[in-house]
């Protein structure tokens, strides 16, 4: 999981993608990198850290130029600690492309193999975001006869990107002297929205990002979603072409999306972040009545944030009063994107405080967005015993993660994942619950498609079905066998 943001301005985007990119940070903690093209020179810098203190004003000012893309990094390919590893990425032929990715490559063994030997093109990491620009780069390569470069010539570079590549990719890429080309896989797996605005006789100024909120905030309107398999291409001086560059795409998009990675205040497919998590809450709330006496309970309380308009609708479906119980230190990032176990459970106690007065001798029940390592769950337990709980009921808006995801959510290997092979009554044990209430997956996915255009999503860390059809068993362990978490 990632944020991108790409522009085609009439003025210098180097403020614009610096702001944009601070309100995709929740997608990314890892790394950050902004290029900008000012004619046929690119502009780049690239820094581990957070978009705040990655960015000094000496860096600005050598972002010259009024067209752009941005990155902020979580890593899911490649290891985070690696200089090499943060995007954007660059290859001078042909043109000079720079491309930044938000997804997850399926077939980098494949990849890595036929660009070295069949391409003679080589990486110098491990992610597949590079491979990528290279399997880009390599099409163009084989299409473009000359110096000129056509919108064309770009989408059957693209269509044939589309046979070699699996998996997720939301893309964006400068090519020098030229313009901006952004496409989507043919599912659609990871977002992508597209935007314009235009001031007086100016040309039009186009805008991608993640999330239909950093198009919002920079005054853009809001045109549409990038189409899965579609690719689109903005010369430098503004002019729009599009082409549908995959025979029969699939819209899918992930489900987790809306669960836990956006922000509330984001459209993207058409569907209302806000909204979806509310019905999750309406759904839920159906569900806990089946199982349990509701009676029996005192308050409703989120894990903040994302859970909240779930928790909110819980209290109000079964008649309970509504409380906030932990709050947030707002500095530290998001557990579930922290690297590694260890820190993860060192980050909880340092992220979420227990007030005692909300808890002393109630039947609490919890609403959390999701459940996936159970690390951060059983410490949220553990504080409300310790802060006078008398019974603990705890209830997640999305099901049991059960299976890797594999489109560029940090899920890779089965053993970590709690609800791996366990029922809910162990899950319950493990995390000293006194009940445990999951939402029902057909729930999940009626709260998110609710009147959309979107008729099937990605729920494979729910259901195990890999919707892009090239996930085996041997995929699954040699991703368990390569990729820590």
Known sequence: ???????????????????????????????????????????????????????????????????????????????????????????????GIILVHNGNLTNTRELERDLFLIDRRHTN??????????????????????????????????RSLHKRVKGSYASIALIAGHGVLAFRDPYGIRPLVLGHRKKDREQTEWMFASESLVLENNDYQIVRDVDPG????????????????????????????YVYLARPDSIMNGISVYEARLRMGDYLAETIKKQINSGDIDVVMPIPDSSRPAAMQVARQLGIEYREGFFKNRYVGRTFIMPGQAQRRKSVRQKLNAMSTEFKGKNILIVDDSVVRG???????????????????????????????????????????????????????????????????????KSIIFKSIVKDLDMSCFNGVYITGDITENYLQWIENNHSS
Do not use: W
Not at 5 to 27: F, M, T
Not at 133 to 154: F, H, I, R, Y
Not at 240 to 255: E, K, R
């Open 125 to 158: 990491s491990t992610s597949d975001t590079e491979m990528l620009l290279n399997v880009l780069a390599t099409e163009l390569q084989l299409v473009v006869k000359g110096s000129d470069l056509a919108p064309d010539d770009v989408f059957k570079a693209v």
């Open 1 to 95: 999981m990632c944020g991108i943001v790409g522009i085609v301005s009439n003025e210098p985007v180097n403020q614009q993608l610096y702001d944009s990119l601070l309100l995709l940070q929740h997608r990314g903690q890892d790394s950050t990198g902004i290029s900008t093209m000012e004619g046929n020179c690119f502009h780049l810098y690239k820094s581990k850290g957070q978009v705040k203190e990655a960015y000094r004003t000496r860096d600005m000012r050598i972002l010259k130029g009024n067209i752009g893309l941005g990155h902020v990094r979580y890593a899911t390919q490649g290891a985070a600690h690696r200089d090499e590893e943060v995007q954007p990425f660059y290859v001078n032929a042909p043109y």
């Open 230 to 257: 579609e690719a689109i291409f903005v010369t430098n001086n503004g002019e729009f072409y599009s082409s549908q560059c995959f025979d029969n795409p699939v819209l899918s998009p992930c489900s987790f999306e």
């Open 375 to 445: 690390t951060t769950s059983k410490q949220i337990v553990q504080m409300a015993r310790v802060a006078g709980a008398n019974k603990v009921t705890f209830t997640s808006a999305a099901p049991p993660v059960r299976f890797p995801h594999v489109y560029g959510i940090n899920m890779p290997n089965r053993n970590e994942l709690i609800a791996y092979n366990k029922t809910v009554q162990q899950i319950a044990d493990h995390l000293s619950i006194d009940n445990l209430v999951y939402q029902e997956i057909n729930d999940l996915k």
